[in-house]
Protein backbone atom coordinates (compact mmCIF):
# COMPACT_ATOMS: atom_id res chain seq x y z
CA UNK A 1 0.00 0.00 0.00
CA UNK A 2 1.38 3.14 -1.30
CA UNK A 3 -0.43 6.06 0.02
CA UNK A 4 1.68 9.81 -1.05
CA UNK A 5 0.07 12.55 0.89
CA UNK A 6 -1.81 13.23 4.07
CA UNK A 7 -3.55 15.20 1.92
CA UNK A 8 -4.73 12.63 -0.57
CA UNK A 9 -6.33 10.64 2.58
CA UNK A 10 -8.06 14.63 3.07
CA UNK A 11 -9.31 14.57 -0.41
CA UNK A 12 -9.99 10.94 -0.31
CA UNK A 13 -12.19 11.24 2.31
CA UNK A 14 -14.45 14.20 0.58
CA UNK A 15 -14.45 12.82 -2.52
CA UNK A 16 -16.39 9.39 -1.58
CA UNK A 17 -17.62 10.85 1.95
CA UNK A 18 -16.10 7.94 3.80
CA UNK A 19 -13.75 7.85 6.89
CA UNK A 20 -10.46 8.07 6.71
CA UNK A 21 -9.92 4.13 7.51
CA UNK A 22 -12.58 3.59 4.51
CA UNK A 23 -9.73 5.25 2.71
CA UNK A 24 -6.91 3.30 3.83
CA UNK A 25 -8.60 -0.16 3.26
CA UNK A 26 -9.69 1.06 0.07
CA UNK A 27 -5.97 1.70 -0.97
CA UNK A 28 -5.06 -1.58 0.84
CA UNK A 29 -7.02 -3.64 -1.26
CA UNK A 30 -6.44 -1.91 -4.64
CA UNK A 31 -2.69 -2.68 -4.08
CA UNK A 32 -3.05 -6.30 -2.60
CA UNK A 33 -6.08 -7.50 -4.00
CA UNK A 34 -6.73 -8.70 -0.20
CA UNK A 35 -10.60 -8.39 0.41
CA UNK A 36 -12.10 -6.24 3.03
CA UNK A 37 -12.82 -9.09 5.05
CA UNK A 38 -9.32 -10.91 4.77
CA UNK A 39 -7.86 -7.55 6.00
CA UNK A 40 -10.07 -6.95 8.60
CA UNK A 41 -9.51 -10.31 9.98
CA UNK A 42 -5.83 -9.98 9.96
CA UNK A 43 -5.75 -6.94 11.78
CA UNK A 44 -8.31 -8.41 14.56
CA UNK A 45 -5.52 -11.28 15.04
CA UNK A 46 -3.24 -8.53 15.53
CA UNK A 47 -5.00 -6.24 17.87
CA UNK A 48 -5.24 -9.64 19.73
CA UNK A 49 -1.35 -10.33 19.77
CA UNK A 50 -1.13 -6.28 21.19
CA UNK A 51 -3.74 -7.46 24.02
CA UNK A 52 -2.03 -10.26 25.07
CA UNK A 53 1.57 -8.80 24.82
CA UNK A 54 0.47 -5.74 27.32
CA UNK A 55 -1.13 -8.41 29.31
CA UNK A 56 1.84 -10.66 30.02
CA UNK A 57 3.93 -7.41 30.74
CA UNK A 58 1.59 -6.55 33.87
CA UNK A 59 0.90 -9.97 35.22
CA UNK A 60 4.53 -11.47 34.99
CA UNK A 61 7.18 -10.30 36.27
CA UNK A 62 9.00 -9.82 33.22
CA UNK A 63 13.15 -9.57 32.93
CA UNK A 64 15.35 -8.88 29.86
CA UNK A 65 17.95 -10.74 29.51
CA UNK A 66 20.48 -7.65 30.49
CA UNK A 67 18.81 -7.13 33.59
CA UNK A 68 18.51 -3.33 32.70
CA UNK A 69 14.89 -3.35 32.59
CA UNK A 70 11.52 -5.26 33.82
CA UNK A 71 9.08 -5.03 36.12
CA UNK A 72 8.35 -1.45 35.99
CA UNK A 73 4.91 -2.04 33.92
CA UNK A 74 3.50 -3.79 37.06
CA UNK A 75 4.65 -1.16 39.27
CA UNK A 76 3.06 1.49 37.11
CA UNK A 77 -0.17 -0.90 37.17
CA UNK A 78 0.19 -1.16 41.09
CA UNK A 79 -0.12 2.29 41.35
CA UNK A 80 -2.84 2.61 39.43
CA UNK A 81 -5.09 0.41 41.25
CA UNK A 82 -3.55 1.46 44.65
CA UNK A 83 -5.30 5.27 44.43
CA UNK A 84 -6.23 7.99 42.31
CA UNK A 85 -3.20 7.95 39.78
CA UNK A 86 -1.96 11.76 38.64
CA UNK A 87 -2.62 11.25 35.38
CA UNK A 88 -6.28 9.91 35.44
CA UNK A 89 -7.55 6.02 34.97
CA UNK A 90 -7.33 6.54 30.86
CA UNK A 91 -3.92 7.65 30.58
CA UNK A 92 -2.43 5.68 33.27
CA UNK A 93 -3.53 2.12 31.71
CA UNK A 94 -2.26 3.43 28.55
CA UNK A 95 0.86 4.31 30.35
CA UNK A 96 0.98 0.64 31.98
CA UNK A 97 -0.03 -1.37 29.16
CA UNK A 98 2.97 0.86 26.84
CA UNK A 99 5.29 -0.01 29.72
CA UNK A 100 4.15 -3.86 29.28
CA UNK A 101 4.55 -4.43 25.79
CA UNK A 102 8.37 -2.55 26.02
CA UNK A 103 9.11 -4.72 28.21
CA UNK A 104 7.70 -7.95 26.75
CA UNK A 105 9.68 -6.58 23.87
CA UNK A 106 12.77 -6.57 26.16
CA UNK A 107 12.15 -9.80 27.27
CA UNK A 108 12.00 -11.45 23.93
CA UNK A 109 8.39 -12.08 23.68
CA UNK A 110 5.82 -11.80 21.04
CA UNK A 111 4.64 -8.17 19.89
CA UNK A 112 3.57 -5.99 17.21
CA UNK A 113 5.75 -3.79 15.54
CA UNK A 114 3.84 -0.50 15.84
CA UNK A 115 5.26 0.95 13.28
CA UNK A 116 8.80 -0.53 15.05
CA UNK A 117 9.80 -2.95 17.79
CA UNK A 118 11.19 -0.11 19.75
CA UNK A 119 8.13 1.91 19.87
CA UNK A 120 5.67 -1.24 20.08
CA UNK A 121 3.86 -0.07 23.32
CA UNK A 122 2.48 3.13 22.51
CA UNK A 123 -0.28 2.62 19.91
CA UNK A 124 -1.33 -0.97 21.91
CA UNK A 125 -1.11 1.36 25.41
CA UNK A 126 -3.69 4.02 24.12
CA UNK A 127 -6.03 1.43 22.38
CA UNK A 128 -6.10 -1.34 24.55
CA UNK A 129 -6.61 1.38 27.50
CA UNK A 130 -9.50 3.24 25.00
CA UNK A 131 -11.54 -0.11 24.53
CA UNK A 132 -11.73 -0.73 28.01
CA UNK A 133 -12.56 2.36 29.59
CA UNK A 134 -15.04 3.68 27.43
CA UNK A 135 -16.11 0.48 25.87
CA UNK A 136 -15.52 0.92 22.29
CA UNK A 137 -16.17 -2.17 19.69
CA UNK A 138 -13.89 -4.55 18.66
CA UNK A 139 -14.66 -3.48 15.19
CA UNK A 140 -13.98 0.44 16.18
CA UNK A 141 -10.60 -0.71 17.34
CA UNK A 142 -9.96 -2.65 13.93
CA UNK A 143 -10.91 0.76 12.34
CA UNK A 144 -8.41 2.99 14.44
CA UNK A 145 -5.69 0.56 13.84
CA UNK A 146 -6.43 1.01 9.77
CA UNK A 147 -6.46 4.84 10.45
CA UNK A 148 -3.01 4.63 12.28
CA UNK A 149 -1.49 2.24 9.14
CA UNK A 150 -2.45 4.84 6.48
CA UNK A 151 -0.80 7.77 8.54
CA UNK A 152 2.41 5.15 9.31
CA UNK A 153 2.05 4.30 5.51
CA UNK A 154 2.54 7.84 4.69
CA UNK A 155 5.34 8.37 6.54
CA UNK A 156 7.19 5.72 5.52
CA UNK A 157 6.34 6.87 1.83
CA UNK A 158 7.71 10.13 2.75
CA UNK A 159 9.96 9.60 5.34
CA UNK A 160 11.22 6.88 7.60
CA UNK A 161 10.11 4.48 10.29
CA UNK A 162 13.81 3.48 11.18
CA UNK A 163 15.60 4.86 14.25
CA UNK A 164 18.91 3.90 12.49
CA UNK A 165 17.51 6.56 9.29
CA UNK A 166 15.99 9.36 11.07
CA UNK A 167 16.43 8.50 15.14
CA UNK A 168 13.52 8.45 17.23
CA UNK A 169 11.50 10.70 16.15
CA UNK A 170 11.20 8.14 13.27
CA UNK A 171 10.31 5.67 15.62
CA UNK A 172 8.14 6.41 18.75
CA UNK A 173 7.26 9.84 16.99
CA UNK A 174 5.61 7.60 14.01
CA UNK A 175 4.34 5.53 16.80
CA UNK A 176 2.51 8.66 18.62
CA UNK A 177 1.22 10.30 15.25
CA UNK A 178 -0.35 6.94 14.14
CA UNK A 179 -1.91 6.99 17.48
CA UNK A 180 -3.10 10.16 17.70
CA UNK A 181 -5.33 10.33 14.39
CA UNK A 182 -6.36 6.90 15.79
CA UNK A 183 -7.24 7.82 19.05
CA UNK A 184 -8.65 10.77 17.12
CA UNK A 185 -11.08 9.15 15.07
CA UNK A 186 -11.87 6.49 17.80
CA UNK A 187 -13.53 9.70 19.86
CA UNK A 188 -15.32 11.14 17.03
CA UNK A 189 -13.05 13.79 15.07
CA UNK A 190 -13.19 14.48 12.06
CA UNK A 191 -10.50 14.02 9.41
CA UNK A 192 -9.32 17.72 9.94
CA UNK A 193 -9.09 16.85 13.48
CA UNK A 194 -7.60 13.79 13.06
CA UNK A 195 -4.50 14.70 10.33
CA UNK A 196 -4.20 18.10 13.20
CA UNK A 197 -3.72 15.28 16.13
CA UNK A 198 -0.73 13.53 14.03
CA UNK A 199 0.53 16.87 13.32
CA UNK A 200 0.38 17.75 16.62
CA UNK A 201 2.39 14.79 18.04
CA UNK A 202 4.85 14.31 15.57
CA UNK A 203 6.15 18.14 15.02
CA UNK A 204 6.95 17.92 19.31
CA UNK A 205 9.12 14.92 18.24
CA UNK A 206 11.21 16.21 16.07
CA UNK A 207 15.04 15.89 16.52
CA UNK A 208 14.20 12.67 19.35
CA UNK A 209 17.66 10.32 19.11
CA UNK A 210 17.57 7.82 19.15
CA UNK A 211 20.42 6.70 21.91
CA UNK A 212 20.06 2.83 23.31
CA UNK A 213 22.16 1.79 26.03
CA UNK A 214 24.46 -1.11 25.08
CA UNK A 215 22.44 -0.80 21.61
CA UNK A 216 19.30 -2.95 22.74
CA UNK A 217 16.25 -1.74 22.66
CA UNK A 218 15.48 -1.05 26.58
CA UNK A 219 16.93 1.88 28.00
CA UNK A 220 15.59 4.64 27.31
CA UNK A 221 12.85 3.17 24.72
CA UNK A 222 10.49 1.52 27.72
CA UNK A 223 10.09 3.86 29.68
CA UNK A 224 10.09 6.26 26.27
CA UNK A 225 7.42 3.74 25.30
CA UNK A 226 5.09 4.99 28.21
CA UNK A 227 5.53 8.58 27.77
CA UNK A 228 4.87 9.05 24.42
CA UNK A 229 1.38 7.24 24.86
CA UNK A 230 -0.03 10.13 27.08
CA UNK A 231 1.44 12.42 24.90
CA UNK A 232 -0.02 10.92 21.68
CA UNK A 233 -3.29 11.16 24.03
CA UNK A 234 -2.77 14.84 24.33
CA UNK A 235 -2.24 15.40 20.98
CA UNK A 236 -5.96 13.92 19.74
CA UNK A 237 -7.68 15.63 22.80
CA UNK A 238 -5.97 18.77 21.78
CA UNK A 239 -7.13 18.63 17.84
CA UNK A 240 -10.80 17.30 19.51
CA UNK A 241 -10.86 20.53 21.77
CA UNK A 242 -10.32 22.11 17.64
CA UNK A 243 -6.18 23.16 18.67
CA UNK A 244 -4.91 22.87 14.72
CA UNK A 245 -1.55 22.17 13.63
CA UNK A 246 0.01 25.56 11.99
CA UNK A 247 2.17 23.35 9.86
CA UNK A 248 0.47 20.81 7.75
CA UNK A 249 1.31 16.89 8.62
CA UNK A 250 2.65 16.39 5.20
CA UNK A 251 5.35 19.42 5.76
CA UNK A 252 5.63 18.11 9.35
CA UNK A 253 6.51 14.29 8.08
CA UNK A 254 8.83 16.23 5.50
CA UNK A 255 10.67 18.35 7.74
CA UNK A 256 11.05 15.16 10.37
CA UNK A 257 13.11 13.69 7.10
CA UNK A 258 15.20 16.29 6.74
CA UNK A 259 15.94 16.02 10.42
CA UNK A 260 16.49 13.21 10.83
CA UNK A 261 19.18 12.13 7.81
CA UNK A 262 21.01 15.55 9.00
CA UNK A 263 21.29 13.94 12.41
CA UNK A 264 24.82 12.69 13.38
CA UNK A 265 25.20 8.77 12.86
CA UNK A 266 25.64 8.19 17.12
CA UNK A 267 22.35 8.85 17.73
CA UNK A 268 20.51 6.86 14.94
CA UNK A 269 20.34 3.69 17.09
CA UNK A 270 23.94 3.07 16.63
CA UNK A 271 24.29 3.00 20.52
CA UNK A 272 27.37 5.54 20.18
CA UNK A 273 25.93 8.55 21.60
CA UNK A 274 23.48 10.35 23.87
CA UNK A 275 21.84 8.35 26.84
CA UNK A 276 24.14 4.97 25.52
CA UNK A 277 27.41 7.73 25.74
CA UNK A 278 27.18 8.47 29.46
CA UNK A 279 29.24 6.93 31.97
CA UNK A 280 26.29 4.64 33.31
CA UNK A 281 25.13 3.86 29.40
CA UNK A 282 29.32 3.09 29.25
CA UNK A 283 29.12 0.79 32.05
CA UNK A 284 26.53 -1.44 31.24
CA UNK A 285 27.24 -1.92 27.58
CA UNK A 286 31.13 -3.11 29.84
CA UNK A 287 29.14 -5.31 31.74
CA UNK A 288 26.56 -6.83 29.20
CA UNK A 289 28.93 -7.35 26.69
CA UNK A 290 32.39 -7.35 27.98
CA UNK A 291 33.93 -5.09 25.65
CA UNK A 292 35.94 -1.47 26.41
CA UNK A 293 35.18 1.04 23.89
Given amino acids: MIIPSIEYIVQQTKEKACPIWQVVINEEMADS ?30 RSVSGM ?9 NHLKAGDPLLGDFCSKA ?28 MPGAFIAAQEIFGFSDRKMVNSLITAGGVGGVISERAS ?4 VCGCQAECGSAAAMTAAGICELFGGTVEQCMNAGALAL ?53 MNRIGREMPACIRETG ?11 AAREKIFGEKK
Fill in 95 to 122: VSYALATSECNASMGVIVAAPTAGSAGI
Fill in 272 to 282: EGGLAATPTGV
Fill in 33 to 62: GITEEAIRERLAQTYEAMKHAAAKGITTSL
Fill in 203 to 255: KNCLGLACDPVAGLVEVPCVKRNGMYTVFAITAADMALSGIKSFIPFDEVIDS
Fill in 161 to 164: LAGA
Fill in 69 to 77: TGGDAAKYY
